[in-house]
């Protein structure tokens, strides 16, 4: 254990056993360590019967691992002390539909034991910063699904929590309001605070988040930054370039073509679009360089990074995914 992690993660195992009167066991983490830094925005990516929604429940003490430790903010996961220090976004939050978001507020920042007068200050601004201003006095069971998962985050930051665990914070969002959530997740950041984000969507976890770790089968199969992940699974920083070429030599082209490992395609206007992969800035800058000493003009370049989403499916590999979370979450417990 250490005190500047937000999250630390050591040697967990989690058994399920299921069934009646055949006794199986299922290992839905097998071993895993995790260390997160606190101020850090960190993402969570796996497929469904990863194991992140037992990981989850695991560092809110809702279940108990089978063996290894796991702590948040320097005390075990599931203690009161722990509890009181972290705001959590469940993916599917209800709310009683005879409430309005005031009334939640009230009700769920009473059962943080936040006092009166403090959730009578923040509800108003903490409303507001999710987009609910004006909209606080309708009943909750108007709402749609993306106001429903504002109102979430806002209860989840009540008690101005040191860690925010959120569970598919985007889900139900329009693009403004994701980016609206983005926003808010940055200042959570700014503030000093950590936020443990567990998404599909992997290109919002790639804009916001500084390292991921990918889960699948139980186990971590990488841990780091996007360039990171993506230099570990696809090599160095490799990237698909695009070019769009005019050139009176046509043999100009095909001599560069083996030295770039690239593919020449004949266009209908005469021009040539040229492709191959590069690991590097300087490979780029070369490939200009050797094709303005030949004389080609370049029309248009473009490059293409691999995608989280690429570096996830690498990571990940085919894989049964016939159990999932929510149906190991209902196993019995060991």
Not at 198 to 209: W, Y
Not at 288 to 308: A, G, K, T, W
Request: one cysteine or more; charged letters at 25%.
């Amino acid at each position: 254990m250490t005190v500047n992690l937000a999250i630390d993660v050591q040697k967990l195992w989690k058994h399920y056993r299921e069934g009646v009167f055949v006794r199986k066991s299922f290992a839905a983490l097998q071993g895993i360590d995790l260390q997160v830094p606190r101020g850090e925005v960190f993402g969570l990516l796996g497929p469904n019967g990863a194991g992140k929604t037992t990981l989850i429940k695991i560092l809110l003490g809702i279940v108990r691992g089978s063996g290894g430790k796991a702590f948040l903010l320097g005390d075990p996961a599931g203690s009161r002390t722990a509890r009181r220090r972290i705001g959590y976004l469940p993916e599917n939050l209800s709310f009683p539909p005879h409430h309005t978001a005031v009334r939640a507020m009230q009700f769920y920042g009473r059962l943080s034991q936040v006092p009166e007068r403090v959730i009578k200050r923040r509800t108003g601004e903490l409303l507001e910063l999710v987009g609910l201003s004006g909209r606080e006095k309708e009943l909750v069971r108007k709402y749609s699904k993306g106001m429903r998962q504002r109102l979430g985050l806002a209860q989840a930051m009540l008690h101005e929590p040191e860690l925010l665990i959120l569970d598919e914070p985007t889900d139900g969002l329009d693009p403004v309001g994701r980016s609206q959530i983005r926003q808010l997740i940055s200042r959570l950041k700014s503030e000093g605070r950590t936020v443990f984000l567990n998404s599909h969507i992997l290109q919002e976890v790639e804009l916001i988040s500084d390292r991921v770790a990918i889960l699948a089968q139980g186990q971590v199969r990488g841990v780091g930054t996007p360039a990171e992940l993506t230099a570990r699974f696809h090599g160095a920083l490799a990237s698909t370039v695009k070019l769009h070429l005019a050139c009176e030599d046509p043999n100009a082209l095909t001599e560069l073509e083996p030295g770039y490992e690239a593919a020449l395609v004949r266009m209908p206007d005469n021009t040539t679009q040229f492709s191959c992969r590069v690991e590097s800035q300087a490979k780029v800058d070369q490939l200009v360089d050797d094709l303005r000493m030949r004389n080609v003009s370049i029309l248009r370049l473009e490059r293409n990074q691999v995608s989280l989403e690429e570096v996830f499916m690498s990571a990940v590999g085919s894989q049964d995914s016939s159990v999932s979370d929510n149906e190991t979450a209902n196993a019995s417990l060991d």
